[in-house]
Nanobody, 124 residues
Framework: QVQLVESGGGLVQAGGSLRLSCAAS????????MGWFRQAPGKEREFVAA????????YYADSVKGRFTISIDNAKNTVYLQMNSLKPEDTAVYYC?????????????????WGQGTQVTISS
């Protein structure tokens, strides 16, 4: 089983940037998908972005397309989420997750393991 640890969250002003990291250890394969989700208070967990472990395909939620970039460093077993032009509505706990499949899913129920989350707060 893979273990995931997120880092990089914090408090920034609207328009600023943050980079989240997700370090994976344990059982990893080339044919898996890594995803980022977020959950704001009182709301359901929502899909943000996903990438295949081999880095060949990415997918983004419409709400972050053009502002967020997901990437992967296979040598470091780390997935990143670069977040630019941040808005107050991006405020949430951000979670990293792994799905043991080659197909990218936006459904959180398809993901097999989760990190503990990192808080991102955007002030207006």
């Amino acid at each position: 089983q893979v273990q995931l640890v997120e880092s990089g969250g914090g408090l920034v002003q609207a328009g600023g940037s943050l980079r989240l990291s997700c370090a994976a250890s344990g059982r990893t394969f080339s044919s898996i998908v890594m995803g980022w989700f977020r959950q704001a208070p009182g709301k359901e967990r929502e899909f943000v972005a996903a990438i295949r472990w081999n880095g060949g395909s990415t997918y983004y939620a419409d709400s972050v397309k053009g502002r967020f970039t997901i990437s992967i460093d296979n040598a470091k077993n780390t997935v990143y989420l670069q977040m630019n032009s941040l808005k107050p509505e991006d405020t949430a706990v951000y979670y990293c997750a792994v799905d043991y499949t080659i197909f990218i899913s936006t459904n959180s129920r398809d993901y097999d393991a989760w990190g503990q989350g990192t808080q991102v707060t955007i002030s207006s």
